[in-house]
């Protein structure tokens, strides 16, 4: 019984909450505004909030192992947020928060020594956190200045940067490339190790060096909005709303998730909020915080609802809401680095 009843009550959730839209509704056809716009401008007017692509931008450095060779590893877990001025590169920045006891060297023993209070200490200081400030112009490239928190010590540093090109991937997503390069002194962060790791050798290099080498290449990507969404049950949600607008709607999901289990339904969190973030891109910032909002409730253990409600308050103009839908994100998730950068415009009142 059990095996014949879940296929029909998986097309009858189906049904109840995506039926009532026509099937001939035309892809391009837009919603209509549940009210009028305020006229406030919008926090982040010219900017786009693209995410690293941490898969194909690796956070990676090496070392001097006794002026010999070098040990390489990197920070396997991490998140990136960087708001783009493609008219103006100087008007962008970048938010990163990386999670330290994700650090590797690719080898066991070296790795578990190094997540001691003896170097990284990464249950006293679990994230290391990187706010750009400035970024100008030099020469043929471009030089970031901001700021660093690491090991419980924040210094100011300077990246050196180059902007290498943007393109449309095969599954129309927008991809923006850049690289660079850092050299940090693990001293200036109090990163000092057992004395045995610092004494000179024959060579006169310490066992352990003090510069460490950053290569960065970095790849964001942002999510463009489209007629029809690649996902079939968030293309139907986002017809669904075309055809009947967001508010019904919202109805009719909160009253059959009170009784649904969340592997029954369809339109689960992520597609609540690939539609949220296509309606704020198609111009429609109300009816997508409307649906940030329903995520919010839905899935109240998650930020990924507040940070978007900030990014809808932050579109229509309204830098309280904004304020505090991206401090709650944050509270939340302290690596919510969308909801990082929404905070920091939303409390700046300036780009840069």
């Given at each position: 019984?059990?095996?014949?009843?879940?296929?029909?009550?998986?097309?009858?959730?189906?049904?109840?909450?995506?039926?009532?839209?026509?099937?001939?509704?035309?892809?391009?056809?837009?919603?209509?505004?549940?009210?009028?716009?305020?006229?406030?401008?919008?926090?982040?007017?010219?900017?786009?909030?693209?995410q690293?692509?941490?898969?194909?931008?690796?956070?990676?450095?090496?070392?001097?192992?006794?002026?010999?060779s070098r040990?390489?590893g990197?920070?396997?877990?991490y998140?990136?947020?960087?708001?783009?001025?493609?008219?103006?590169?100087?008007?962008?920045?970048?938010?990163?928060?990386?999670?330290?006891?994700?650090?590797?060297?690719?080898?066991?023993?070296?790795?578990?020594?190094?997540?001691?209070?003896?170097?990284?200490?990464?249950?006293?200081?679990?994230?290391?956190?990187?706010?750009?400030?400035?970024?100008?112009?030099?020469g043929?490239?471009?030089?970031?200045r901001?700021?660093?928190?690491?090991?419980g010590?924040?210094?100011e540093?300077?990246?050196?940067?180059?902007?290498?090109g943007?393109?449309?991937?095969?599954f129309?997503?927008?991809?923006?490339?850049?690289?660079?390069?850092?050299?940090?002194?693990?001293?200036?962060?109090?990163?000092?190790?057992?004395?045995?790791?610092?004494?000179?050798?024959?060579?006169?290099?310490?066992?352990?060096?003090?510069?460490?080498?950053?290569?960065?290449?970095?790849?964001?990507?942002?999510?463009?909005?489209?007629?029809?969404?690649q996902?079939?049950?968030?293309?139907?949600l986002?017809?669904?709303?075309?055809?009947?607008?967001?508010?019904?709607?919202?109805?009719?999901?909160?009253?059959?998730r009170?009784?649904t289990?969340?592997?029954?339904?369809?339109?689960?969190?992520?597609?609540?909020?690939?539609?949220?973030?296509?309606?704020?891109?198609r111009?429609?910032?109300?009816d997508?915080?409307?649906?940030?909002?329903?995520?919010?409730?839905?899935?109240?253990?998650?930020?990924?609802?507040?940070a978007?409600?900030?990014?809808?308050?932050?579109?229509?103009?309204?830098?309280?809401?904004?304020?505090?839908?991206?401090?709650k994100?944050?509270?939340?998730?302290?690596?919510?680095?969308?909801?990082?950068e929404?905070?920091?415009?939303?409390?700046?009142?300036?780009?840069?």
């Amino acid at each position: 019984m059990r095996a014949t009843r879940r296929p029909a009550l998986v097309l009858l959730l189906l049904a109840a909450v995506l039926a009532a839209a026509p099937v001939a509704v035309s892809a391009a056809k837009t919603p209509k505004p549940s009210r009028a716009a305020p006229p406030a401008k919008s926090l982040l007017e010219g900017l786009e909030l693209c995410q690293v692509d941490a898969a194909h931008s690796p956070i990676e450095f090496s070392i001097s192992w006794m002026g010999l060779s070098r040990v390489r590893g990197a920070f396997a877990d991490y998140a990136a947020t960087l708001a783009i001025d493609r008219a103006d590169l100087t008007r962008s920045s970048v938010t990163l928060v990386i999670r330290t006891k994700s650090l590797t060297t690719f080898n066991e023993r070296r790795d578990k020594d190094l997540k001691t209070a003896d170097w990284f200490d990464v249950e006293k200081f679990p994230t290391a956190v990187f706010t750009s400030r400035e970024i100008v112009k030099q020469g043929d490239g471009y030089l970031m200045r901001g700021s660093l928190s690491l090991h419980g010590v924040s210094k100011e540093i300077e990246i050196p940067f180059s902007f290498v090109g943007r393109l449309r991937d095969p599954f129309g997503e927008e991809r923006t490339g850049f690289e660079g390069h850092v050299a940090l002194n693990r001293k200036d962060y109090g990163i000092v190790g057992p004395a045995r790791y610092n004494a000179l050798l024959e060579l006169g290099k310490a066992m352990v060096g003090e510069d460490v080498d950053l290569p960065l290449s970095i790849e964001a990507f942002r999510s463009t909005p489209k007629d029809t969404l690649q996902d079939r049950a968030a293309d139907s949600l986002w017809r669904t709303i075309l055809a009947r607008g967001v508010a019904p709607v919202a109805k009719d999901y909160r009253a059959l998730r009170s009784t649904t289990a969340d592997s029954l339904l369809p339109v689960n969190e992520p597609r609540l909020n690939a539609v949220g973030y296509q309606l704020v891109d198609r111009g429609h910032a109300l009816d997508g915080l409307e649906v940030f909002r329903l995520q919010a409730e839905m899935y109240p253990q998650s930020a990924s609802g507040l940070a978007g409600m900030a990014y809808a308050y932050a579109n229509l103009g309204d830098r309280e809401n904004a304020d505090a839908s991206a401090e709650k994100a944050v509270a939340m998730n302290p690596s919510a680095t969308r909801a990082l950068e929404i905070l920091r415009r939303a409390r700046a009142g300036a780009v840069n």
